[in-house]
């Protein structure tokens, strides 16, 4: 079994100064895909099919693009089973376990209130605004 968190400090170009800026971080983690891809893997692990299934609309590439990113960023690991063919699980790091309840809480509202935005949007667009 191989897993991996990420690349270490010493591998990639460091940003500058040595840290990333808060608005990096939050585009990362705020991004549409980024979301849904933490809440799916917050349960526990999930495969790269699960992940497929659980979200929709997002294209493998996507996925990919996505799930690379995140695990660079140290949220996601990325266990590689040696079997054929390979089983490839993914799951949340302590990090970005952290983060759990806001991320359900942010999808809830979002849940609770699509209604009420679509109803909000038509009002605007009527007005021609």
């Known amino acids: 079994m191989v897993t991996t968190a990420g690349p270490g400090p010493e591998t990639g170009p460091p940003p500058p100064c040595g840290r990333c ?12 895909w980024s979301v ?6 917050s349960p526990g692990p999930i495969r790269f099919s699960g ?6 609309g997002i294209s493998r590439r996507m996925l990919t693009l996505t799930l690379r990113n995140l695990e660079r960023d140290g ?4 266990t590689c089973y040696p079997t054929v063919p390979p089983r490839v699980e993914y799951s949340l ?14 999808t809830g509202w979002a ?11 038509a009002r605007y667009d009527e007005r021609g605004a």
């Open 51 to 56: 992940l497929e299934r659980a979200i929709p």
């Open 75 to 78: 949220l996601l690991v990325r």
């Open 93 to 106: 790091t302590p990090m970005a376990l952290e983060l759990r309840t806001t991320l359900t809480a942010l």
């Open 21 to 32: 800026s808060v608005e990096e971080i939050l585009d990362r983690i705020g991004s549409k």
């Open 36 to 41: 849904c891809i933490l809440v799916a893997a």
């Open 111 to 121: 849940r609770r209130h699509q209604g009420d935005i679509a109803t909000a949007r």
